[in-house]
């Protein structure tokens, strides 16, 4: 069994200051985990993804996820919010194989100017 | 990189007619590919799993029989929403897995129906 929690629903910051996105995964398995953006009706785009390399994982657009194993954690960084940043985002976790993979309710995030 | 398309990207339709989505793997094959459906200001729900000549394996509450899926090659797998209703109004995005050691799935750029 498996399962992703996203600790917030709605994250808002100032242009310019640190973002940070939190993900907590369960998993029977060693897991793939990914962060997906999504801005408005659109499609999935992949920020990052870890799967058992390095623990700290750089994604597009400045992007950093760092998978903590003791913590089940897999919290999305960013040092600078830019506006273009404003979106749904997407914690994933992946059992591996063909398997399903299980979504997180998804965090948006609001840039203000 | 592998890139997945959807066709159509928006399609309006009347109540009790069918819709037919595609989903095309571009530049590689994929034996396995995935249909969800987002409901407004929700996450992703899988509704199925599609491997390519069998049948698709679907998810608990999803009707078979309403949302019929085809995966006839490698690179193509259809969602049919078959009598459609305003209630099926939603976000259909489809992904597909390269397969091998990857667990990447590939996500379509998603379609939006709209059942009047």
């Known amino acids: 069994a498996q399962s992703v929690t996203q600790l917030d629903s709605h994250v808002s910051v100032s242009e310019g200051t640190p973002v940070l996105l939190r993900c907590n995964y369960s998993?029977?398995?060693?897991?793939?985990l990914f962060w997906y953006v999504q801005h408005p009706n659109k499609g999935l785009q992949l920020l990052l993804k870890?799967?058992?390399?390095?623990?700290l994982v750089k994604g597009i657009n400045g992007f950093e996820a760092e998978f903590k194993k003791s913590e089940t954690s897999f919290h999305l960084t960013k040092p600078s919010a830019h506006m273009s940043d404003a979106a749904e985002y997407f914690c994933?976790?992946?059992?591996?194989?063909?398997?399903?993979?299980?979504f997180g309710t998804g965090t948006k995030l609001q840039v203000i100017p | 990189g592998a890139v997945v398309s959807q066709h159509p990207s928006r399609v309006i339709c009347k109540s009790g007619t069918s819709v037919k989505i595609e989903c095309r793997s571009l530049?590689?094959?994929?034996?396995?590919m995935f249909w969800y459906r987002q409901f407004p200001k929700q996450s992703l729900m899988l509704m199925a799993t599609?491997?390519?000549?069998?049948?698709?394996?679907?998810e608990q509450g999803v009707e078979k029989d309403k949302f019929l899926i085809n995966h006839a090659s490698l690179t193509l797998s259809t969602l049919t929403v078959t009598s459609a209703h305003p209630e099926d109004s939603s976000f259909y995005i489809c992904?597909?897995?390269?397969?091998?050691?990857?667990?990447?799935?590939?996500f379509g750029p998603g379609t939006r129906l709209t059942v009047l």
């Open positions: 992904s597909a897995m390269a397969g091998g050691q990857s667990t990447e799935q590939f």
């Open positions: 998993s029977s398995y060693s897991p793939s």
């Open positions: 870890y799967t058992s390399a390095a623990t």
């Open positions: 994933v976790v992946s059992p591996g194989g063909y398997q399903k993979v299980t």
């Open positions: 530049d590689f094959q994929a034996t396995t």
């Open positions: 599609s491997n390519e000549g069998s049948k698709a394996t679907y």
